[in-house]
């Protein structure tokens, strides 16, 4: 079956940096597109970033120019580096991608970012 395991997030100071990484199975990891959402506490879930199969990115402006989305094909994995933190970016982030037509969401990991 398809599995997402996120990891990598932690309390971080605002300026501070984190990697995530999620680790992808029961897919053919390299033909899919995969995304990272994140969901703040009485909020939407909104996108993050996403990367296509061929790497090309997109991103929220909120994150544009701090956060980079990348994928490692040979391990089924996408990181996303979160840099110049701020306290806005405090939420559970989730990795997501598509097969066969189904949405599917990794576990999250929580991302708080002091003041």
């Known amino acids: 079956q398809v599995q997402l395991v996120e990891s990598g997030g932690g309390l971080v100071q605002s300026g501070g940096s984190l990697r995530l990484s999620c680790a992808a199975s029961?897919?053919?990891?390299?033909?899919?597109?995969m995304a990272w959402y994140r969901q703040a506490q009485g909020k939407q879930r909104e996108l993050v970033a996403r990367i296509t199969s061929a790497g090309s990115t997109n991103y929220a402006d909120s994150v544009k120019g701090r956060f980079t989305i990348s994928r490692d094909n040979a391990k089924n994995t996408v990181y996303l580096q979160m840099n110049s933190l701020k306290p806005g970016d405090t939420a559970v982030y989730h990795c997501n991608t598509v097969w066969l037509g189904y949405h599917y969401w990794g576990q999250g990991t929580q991302v708080t970012v002091s003041s």
């Open positions: 029961g897919i053919i990891f390299s033909i899919n597109d």
